[in-house]
């Protein structure tokens, strides 16, 4: 049986082996993450039948941690690489409940036999009644009388408007009765950035940075949101900037 895998790996030639061993099996492989909030944000993309995470990966949270967080909203099973058998860190792991171990350097034969022990071992751990209940790529809004899914990657933007914020597709706007700050607790998705009081943007649809303004791409239009000058860097530092002399 294939299915539909996530890796979390910093090193990108272990990465790509891991994607071809996996392809190699019939498996889909949707992509890899490098760190922890990429893992997070990748998962919430992808939405993976199967996680194989690397316990040690770059940045301050390790893979432990990521599932962690991943699984604040959403479960499937998962595999840990490791080449630190040490009791602490399996102690650590454990904790998030994962379908198997592979011990680095791991062979072929041994993920074919742990991706269906993996998927087994979770389908009798777990509830699937109360498991992943919620859907996470989207979220309903309230239009006129009915409630209308809109995807979380569709959304450019969430303005401030008095005591409203307008949701705002390529397409259509919602306004809703809230404020930022209570919209913004209640939607924490990766990619999106409070860039001010106003608004909230969603990341994918950045094109462009212009001194304090930044620049959405709506089809053949950029629409520029103003952020203040204090709050610069700290945007940047949301993206991969290339730095030069």
């Not at 190699?24 to 990748?42: I, P, Q, S, T």
């Amino acid at each position: 049986m294939s299915y539909r895998i996530m890796t979390i790996e910093d090193d990108l030639l272990i990465a790509a082996d891991l994607r071809m061993k996996l392809t190699g099996l019939g498996h889909e492989v949707l992509g890899n993450a490098r760190n922890h909030d990429e893992a997070v944000e990748l998962t919430h993309q992808t939405q993976p039948e199967i996680i194989i995470a690397d316990i040690m990966i770059e940045g301050d949270k390790d893979g432990i941690a990521a599932i962690s967080s991943i699984y604040e909203s959403y479960r499937c099973p998962v595999i840990y690489l490791t080449a630190n058998s040490e009791n602490i860190t399996v102690k650590r792991a454990l904790q998030t409940h994962p379908a198997a171990f592979l011990i680095k350097p791991f062979k072929i034969s041994e993920f074919a036999i742990n991706i269906d022990l993996a998927v087994q071992n979770f389908q009798q751990s777990v509830d699937f009644d109360v498991v992943n209940h919620k859907i996470t790529d989207a979220i309903f809004l309230p239009d006129q009388n009915t409630y209308v899914r809109v995807l979380k990657k569709d959304i450019l933007f969430v303005k401030a408007d008095g005591s409203y914020v307008d949701v705002v597709t390529e397409n259509k706007s919602y306004q809703l009765a809230s404020n930022l700050k209570n919209f913004h607790k209640q939607f924490q998705v990766p990619h999106f950035i409070r860039v001010s009081r106003s608004y909230l943007i969603n990341g994918n649809f950045v094109c462009r940075i212009n001194g304090n303004i930044i620049y959405l791409q709506s089809g053949q239009k950029e629409i520029p949101i103003v952020f203040s000058k204090e709050k610069r860097q700290e945007i940047l530092d949301r993206f991969e900037v290339l730095k030069t002399k």
